[in-house]
């Protein structure tokens, strides 16, 4: 097998691991997120994803607007970091950073809910 072909099929399963792993995410999420909103409808929604809830909307708030629209670009609409560079007027870089800024300020203001929020958002 010569290194070429070997680069391809390494690249090819990258490439088609890569795309299952975010078809199942976002697989996942939605199925969590009818479930969550299935129990929210109720007449007595469970506390945790209401307080969960809360908090998420809370901590989004107080987020520099810039870096609000690009994690509810990301996160709420899925679009990829170079569509909400090009639809901002942005580097991807800075979607980036914005993103990571984001996540970082859920870490610090979520405490104990960021376990829940790590496996609701990413």
Known sequence: MSI??????L????????????Y???????????????????????????????????????????RRSVFCLSRFKSLTNQEIADKLGISIRTVEKHIELALRTFKEQLGSFFALFVGWFL
């Not at 070429?4 to 099929?9: C, E, G, L, Q, S």
């Not at 090819?12 to 792993?21: Q, T």
Request: hydrophobic share 30%; net charge negative; proline share 5%.
């Open 4 to 9: 070429k072909n070997y680069i391809y099929v």
């Open 24 to 66: 199942n995410t976002h697989v996942v999420l939605t199925e969590d997120m009818m479930t969550l909103e299935q129990s929210s409808s109720t007449d007595e929604p469970t506390t945790d994803y209401r307080e969960l809830r809360e908090a998420v909307q809370s901590v989004i708030d107080t987020m520099p607007p810039k």
């Open 11 to 22: 690249s090819k399963r990258e490439v088609f691991n890569y795309l299952r792993a975010k």
